[in-house]
């Protein structure tokens, strides 16, 4: 059998699934806490503010809604695909029953960058938040302790990359204890979350309510700024601020990862993603629209913009109340993350894609302790070194190129398994050419996800001509690492690789 046409049946894979070891025990609301806890962190904490002053201006808002429809078109095709697979492991697990294990891989290795290193920007937004919030009680962290040692140069992140100094210790600390938190249980861990989900969406909504009245109409004049160059401001920086923003959304998809542990997957889950996508937009471009009207965009290009809205709306009550937010808020979103990325990382080995260390659960915990903290110890490391920005963009091309590959999954389920039930169908249904049946959500799905790919790949191309290779270098090294990982290994200690050679041999 060629390898494009191994793939899981999803007899096989449904089998799989209710032998896994994790214990079911997340309601419809737990499921939303999850994809609100990761969604509702470093987008609105930290990029929202890079968005603004680099590309998009006022019309960031405007971003913020360009980049929730084109994630909206996904979560219904994540809502069709986990009430009809409701197994562990998202994006990857449904690659494997549909464009079998070259592209599963593929999209494990997407997803690392969706989850695991999304973790790392989460990190950073929480150092920075951290160091500020300590600042306000007159306790000054030295900066070359919660600032990556590679920086974006003066002039802006695409001209340039510096090294400094600096190493960002706050941030690598905070993932490692996120970590050691997860490996104590599930049931645990979205309960932390689910409180501290609560406390930070009501404080964003009073920083919306008290800061509506500090707006300076100045601000908004014009809502557009007049292009500065390609992707700089104008109609395409709105795009380019969209595309950088996209990886916000992520936390929707991390409550597909919890269908092992869902009681009711086929419902709950789809649930969960759209009511958490929806919870999350809202308060975003509510934040996204206070932030710039309140504080010049310029002034945005910082890891903590919601601390410089409250200095200029100046209440201490909600200065210290906001940084308190984000600080527990951030913790919360690195849980769901690392918690997300551990999960895909346990289905990969439980396939024997990945070593077996990652599938190892603990003997109390019924946690995958072992990779949870491998995981956890280079997601750490990455933190300590490497800025927001590369990261930020990095993400995003992941999680839209993992995006695309769920909506056209959804394509093809629906031809190879017509009769299929599906407790949640995506709305609007679709037309067929030549017989093969394309829905217009999934399509709408892919071609707002290559909008998203699009700007990412001519930014990081015009970077290499103004010398900073960095960004391109870190993606042409990453999708390396990602093919010689699968052929090296992946390939030959694949468990369907194995049934299928020994069913040919007999």
């Known amino acids: 059998m060629s390898l494009i046409s191994k793939r899981k049946s999803l007899e096989q894979i449904t089998k799989e699934a209710n032998s896994h070891g994790l214990r079911r025990c997340l309601g419809p609301w737990r499921l939303t806490t999850i994809g609100v806890g990761a969604t509702v962190g470093a987008g609105i904490f930290v990029m929202t503010g890079t968005a603004a002053a680099n590309f998009a201006g006022p019309a960031?808002?405007?971003s913020f809604i360009i980049a929730a429809i084109a994630c909206l078109f996904t979560a219904l095709s994540y809502g069709e695909l986990s009430s009809t697979i409701p197994v562990a492991g998202s994006a990857y697990s449904y690659a494997y029953t549909s464009l079998g294990e070259k592209f599963a891989w593929a999209v494990g290795w997407l997803l690392l960058l969706e989850y695991g290193i999304s973790a790392v920007s989460v990190a950073s937004g929480f150092s920075s938040y951290s160091a500020s919030l300590l600042q306000d009680f007159h306790i000054n962290l030295p900066s070359f302790i919660h600032h990556p040692m590679f920086q974006p140069s003066p002039e802006g992140y695409g001209k340039g990359i510096m090294v400094t100094k600096s190493i960002d210790l706050v941030g690598a600390i905070s993932v490692i204890i996120a970590s050691i938190a997860l490996l104590f249980g599930v049931s645990e861990s979205t309960t932390i979350n689910g409180i501290i989900v609560t406390l930070k969406v009501g404080i964003l909504i009073l920083f919306i309510a008290i800061g509506i009245f500090y707006i300076n109409p100045v601000n908004l004049t014009p809502f557009i700024p007049e292009s500065t160059g390609t992707?700089?401001?104008?109609?395409?920086?709105?795009?380019?601020?969209?595309?950088?923003?996209f990886f916000a959304y992520i936390g929707f998809e991390a409550v597909s990862t919890a269908a092992s542990e869902a009681r009711k997957p086929q419902t709950d889950i789809p649930f969960g993603i759209i009511a958490s996508l929806v919870i999350s937009t809202l308060i975003y471009i509510g934040v996204a629209f206070v932030l710039v009207g309140v504080?010049?965009?310029?002034?945005?290009?910082?890891?903590?913009?919601?601390?410089?809205?409250?200095?200029?709306?100046?209440?201490p009550f909600l200065t210290w109340t906001l940084k308190?937010?984000?600080?527990?808020?951030l913790c919360s979103v690195m849980l769901v993350l690392l918690y997300g990325q551990t999960r895909i990382f346990f289905i990969m080995?439980?396939?024997?894609?990945?070593?077996p260390a990652f599938c190892k659960l603990h003997s109390r915990y019924k946690t995958p302790w072992l990779g949870t903290l491998i995981l956890g110890i280079c997601v750490s490391v990455a933190t300590a070194f490497l800025p927001i920005d590369i990261i930020s963009d990095l993400v995003s091309l992941g999680t839209a190129t993992a995006f695309s590959i769920v909506c056209l999954t959804v394509i093809w389920q629906r031809n190879a398994h017509p009769d299929l039930p599906r407790p949640f169908k995506v709305p609007f249904g679709g037309f067929k050419i030549k017989g093969v049946w394309i829905g217009y959500i999934p399509l709408l799905g892919i071609m707002c996800c290559l909008t998203m790919i699009v700007p990412l790949l001519i930014d990081m191309v015009a970077s290499i001509f103004h010398h900073n290779p960095i960004p391109m270098i870190l993606l042409v090294s990453y999708a390396l690492v990602g093919f010689f990982g699968y052929y090296s290994y992946g390939r030959k200690h694949s468990v369907l690789g194995k049934q299928i050679q020994s069913s040919d041999e007999t």
């Open 60 to 62: 960031v808002v405007l």
């Open 324 to 329: 308190i937010s984000a600080v527990i808020g």
């Open 349 to 355: 080995a439980k396939d024997g894609l990945l070593p």
């Open 231 to 245: 992707m700089n401001f104008g109609t395409t920086g709105i795009f380019r601020a969209a595309s950088t923003i």
């Open 295 to 315: 504080v010049p965009y310029k002034q945005l290009n910082v890891s903590d913009p919601l601390a410089i809205a409250t200095n200029y709306i100046n209440i």
